[in-house]
């Protein structure tokens, strides 16, 4: 039974890295531009939680003030 424990912990942990990299917020006072390899692929205007491919596409956050 433990020995199946090992990869199973492997993967959670993995997973939970993916899915940490591809969460992204805006808060009340931002816009964020999402690029992918190099171009913009969107531009997030209204504040909230976004996702994102985590290796593919990158953010950059803009003050609004």
């Given at each position: 039974?433990?020995?199946?424990?090992?990869p199973v912990l492997?993967?959670?942990?993995?997973?939970?890295?993916?899915?940490?990299?591809?969460?992204?917020?805006?808060?009340?006072?931002?816009?964020?531009?999402?690029?992918?390899?190099?171009?913009?692929?969107?531009?997030?205007?209204?504040?909230?939680?976004?996702?994102?491919?985590?290796?593919?596409?990158?953010?950059?956050?803009?003050?609004?003030?």
């Amino acid at each position: 039974m433990s020995r199946n424990l090992g990869p199973v912990l492997i993967g959670l942990i993995v997973l939970l890295v993916v899915l940490s990299g591809s969460m992204f917020t805006v808060d009340q006072r931002q816009n964020a531009m999402v690029f992918q390899l190099g171009e913009v692929v969107s531009v997030k205007k209204t504040p909230g939680l976004y996702f994102k491919l985590p290796l593919v596409q990158n953010v950059r956050y803009f003050d609004t003030r």
